[in-house]
């Protein structure tokens, strides 16, 4: 087996999964005379947009250097998404007397297990973006560093591939801040957190972002001491003030240790212990850590692309594409983490989508005009669609905000969880949804219903006709919705219907 860092240790899962999404005994097959289309990068944007255009009849080759599923299956949602639901169940059991049930003696999560299974579920997905799935869809695989030759051809492993049409979607890796002596000392990132096999004692998370704060509540959960440092004043910079507030509590509650507005300037090793110095204003403290998680951010994977040879400009922050997507190569397009804003699975397989209709069909479709929701899978879930009030106060658009707290919502309140809200924010005097912003248990389901409303220009009054089964917690939406329509009924209608119901007892 092919020894990738991503896919240690080495046991019958990773194997599994190795051999489906990147086979040992590989050989990259001829290249044809020439490609209708050619993808660099293996990732959701590759993935979706090879096996689209070879499912329509196109000539496809794939080009990925190490791993078919990108982050998604090996390194990003999946695993991350398996740890967090093993750490939502001994959470539960460990306040299983909050609902009257009596669990006897200590809970305790076994760490391996808890890998093992995230592992075992990895492999058991991985047919899904399988070698074997898109050459069944006619796509020619190439597994090697894909570079630029010119305009219209690539070259892979002493392979020239020539091309109609490519598109580059080699995704994003973590940026790894320059810090005194963390080289030397040792840290983890997404790209190595999910093979570890043993339980760190004290885990040191630095950053506050999406995966800083989702690993953060799991490993905590599975019994680590974690220490967050966060260089700003709050967690998810991104997201509503009061929804990242809620957060704070719960991790505070959970005794996860957060250090705000603080930076990471040194690391030193002792003894197989890593010593952290923090530095907050003008004051330097030192914390002990046995293992150190970096969240800072993601850089795109542009080097060693030979650009410049295929006349495709770009920038720090990645590919620059216009709103078709398009390079500033007409014949070259890009998709995904490498040249989005929103780094997301799901926006990448969007982007592919408009990749496909505007590179082989001539389409004119725009990433503007995609209604993007997100969410980060804490508990509770931040979930977020369309514009925040602050995106409107810039674009001038004043508005209206309606919100429902969870702590009035009856399913909520049966579930024992109140923590969290629904607020929508509208265009002011009208009920034209903007965006909104969602903190439940499960807020990632939630908002599809409010994201189905903006990208089909459904109002906010029309929710409150939506019938929604009593009880559940989405049963919010329809509530907020009530109270725009109760928002409309000036003084004097109110005044009127009084007058009427007293006249007609």
């Known amino acids: 087996m092919k020894k990738i860092k991503e896919l240690l240790p080495y046991d019958a899962h990773n194997k599994r999964l190795a051999e489906n999404v990147s086979p040992s005994d590989w050989e990259n097959p001829s290249p044809a005379k020439r490609y209708n289309l050619v993808v660099i990068g293996g990732g959701t944007a590759g993935l979706v947009t090879a096996a689209g255009a070879a499912g329509l009849g196109a000539k496809v080759a794939l080009i990925e250097e190490k791993l078919l599923g990108g982050d998604c299956l090996n390194v990003g949602c999946v695993p991350s998404k398996t740890i967090i639901r093993s750490s939502r ?17 200590d809970v305790v999560a076994d760490f391996p297990a808890v890998m093992e299974r995230m592992r075992k579920i990895r492999a058991h997905i991985s047919p899904n973006d399988s070698v074997e799935k898109l050459r069944k869809l006619g796509v020619d695989i190439f597994f090697g560093k894909g570079k630029f030759r010119n305009r219209n051809s690539i070259e892979v492993e002493g392979n020239i591939l020539r091309f109609k049409k490519a598109v580059i979607a080699t995704g994003a890796r973590p940026f790894v801040p320059p810090i005194d002596g963390l080289e030397e000392a040792g840290y983890l990132t997404n790209e190595t957190v999910f093979s570890l096999t043993t339980a760190p004692k004290h885990l040191v998370v630095v950053g506050g972002g999406p995966i800083g704060c989702e690993l953060s509540q799991a490993f905590r959960r599975l019994g ?20 990242a507030k809620i957060l704070e509590n719960v991790f505070r509650k959970e005794g996860i240790n957060m250090i705000f507005s603080a930076d990471l300037t040194k690391v030193v090793c002792n003894d197989e212990k890593k ?29 060693g692309l030979c650009l410049e040879k295929a006349g495709v400009e770009y920038e720090k922050s990645g590919i620059i594409v216009n709103d078709y997507l398009q390079t500033s190569n007409p014949i070259i397009y890009s998709a995904g983490d490498v040249c989005m804003q929103y780094k997301f699975t799901h926006a990448a397989d969007a982007a592919a989508r408009i990749v496909i209709q505007n590179a082989l069909f001539r389409g004119r479709k725009k990433i503007s005009s995609l209604t993007m929701p997100w969410c980060t899978y804490t508990d509770p879930e931040i979930a977020h669609t369309g514009m925040y009030e602050r995106d409107a106060m810039r674009k001038g658009i004043e508005v209206d905000i309606f919100k429902t707290n969870l702590a009035d919502v009856d399913r909520a309140i049966t579930d024992g969880e109140t923590e969290g809200f629904v607020k929508i924010i509208v265009k002011k005097n009208s009920d034209k949804i903007l965006g909104a912003t969602v903190v439940a248990r499960h807020a990632g389901d939630m908002i599809s219903e409010v994201t189905l409303a903006i990208e089909n220009n459904i109002g906010l009054k029309k929710l409150t006709n939506i019938i929604h089964p009593y009880p559940t917690q989405a049963e919010a939406i329809k509530r907020t919705a009530d109270a725009y329509n109760r928002s409309r009924l000036s003084p004097f209608i109110k005044g009127m219907f009084k007058r009427w119901f007293i006249a007609t007892r």
């Open 89 to 105: 169940v001994i959470s539960e059991i460990s306040n299983a007397h909050l609902f009257g049930i009596k669990v006897p003696g």
């Open 224 to 243: 680590v001491k974690v220490t967050i440092i966060q260089k700003e004043k709050q967690f998810l910079t991104r997201e509503d003030t009061e929804a």
């Open 275 to 303: 010593i952290l110095t923090i530095k907050r204003e003008e004051k330097e403290d030192e914390i002990t850590a046995d293992e150190i998680l970096i969240g800072t951010g993601r850089i795109p994977n542009i080097e």
